[in-house]
Every structure is written in structure tokens, then in C-alpha cells.
């Protein structure tokens, strides 16, 4: 039963990096570039459905590839991964559609900090690490992509819509 509970972290860890990551960079990214609260709201739902599809898949294949794991392993990791990556990027949704665009992304922002904080503190404290560096390590990754993805927008918008 162990393998089966690993590959349910398999999914839950990977789903939940995945979909707050990629969630919040295109949210930033749409949001700078268009200031459109209907493209980050269809942004989030395509992230939700179709991105959890394409990691799941992708966590299969990679697992499949490896040879070590069980088909039911295997399984649980697809199923997980998408479930938990379509749950935590649906969560970017209520922001939106409580308050303006720019507030909006600002609480989803802190939301991704809270979410990824969190998660990087539990991986730290299960394996044994120092969790100041491993939460600092995982924070300043997703501030890259937020910081691209928001240049990113502004340079779409100025080159495309301007």
C-alpha cells in the first residue's frame, strides 16, 4: 500500500506546484496583457481542464517509462495528478469573480504563496531538510514566472493590441 500513497503524493504535490504555477503566471500574464477579467476566467478553466489533462498524461507516460511502478501506481498518479491540478487551479477562479481584475490578482497571488509555502514546508520537514531553504528555493522559482509571465503580457499587449 505504500507505492499506492506515494503515487497519490505523486499527484498531489506535482498538481498542486503545477496548477498554482502555471495558474498564476497566466493569470498575471492575461491580466497585463489584455486587463480582461473574461480572458483570465476562460484562462483558468482551459489551465484547469485541459493543462491537468496534459500533466496527467505526462506523469503517466513518465512513470510508465520508468519500469518501476505498478499499472494501479500508475493509475493512481494520472488520476491524482489531474484532480488535484483541476482543484487547485479552479481555487484562482473565486478571486476573480469576487473582486476587480487587479485585486483579484493580487489575492491569487498571495493564495500561491500560502499554497506553495505550505506544501514546500511539509516536503521539507518529510525529507529532512532545512524548510527556510526549501520554501525559499520553491518561492523564488514561482516569482521568476510571475514576474515573466507579467513582462511577457506587457510586452504581448504593446507589440499585438496597441
Given at each position: 500500500m505504500k507505492n499506492l500513497k506515494d503515487s497519490i503524493k505523486v499527484g498531489l504535490t506535482?498538481?498542486?506546484t503545477s496548477g498554482v504555477i502555471t495558474t498564476l503566471g497566466l493569470?498575471?500574464?492575461l491580466n497585463s496583457g489584455t486587463q480582461s477579467k473574461l480572458a483570465v476566467v476562460a484562462g483558468i478553466l482551459t489551465i484547469a481542464i485541459a493543462d491537468a489533462f496534459s500533466d496527467a498524461l505526462g506523469i503517466h507516460?513518465?512513470?510508465e517509462s520508468a519500469n518501476k511502478?505498478?499499472?494501479?501506481d500508475i493509475w493512481a498518479s494520472t488520476f491524482s495528478t489531474f484532480l488535484f491540478k483541476f482543484i487547485f487551479a479552479?481555487?484562482?477562479v473565486i478571486p476573480v469573480l469576487i473582486f476587480s481584475l487587479g485585486t483579484a490578482v493580487i489575492?491569487?497571488?498571495l493564495w500561491g504563496i500560502l499554497l506553495i509555502t505550505v506544501a514546500s514546508y511539509l516536503i521539507a520537514k518529510e525529507t529532512n531538510q532545512k524548510p527556510f531553504h526549501v520554501i525559499f528555493e520553491h518561492l523564488l522559482i514561482s516569482a521568476v514566472v510571475?514576474?515573466?509571465a507579467?513582462?511577457?503580457?506587457v510586452l504581448i499587449n504593446s507589440v499585438f493590441l496597441k
Open positions: 506535482f498538481g498542486l493569470m498575471v500574464g507516460i513518465s512513470q511502478h505498478s499499472s494501479k479552479m481555487t484562482f489575492v491569487s497571488i510571475i514576474v515573466i507579467n513582462y511577457l503580457g
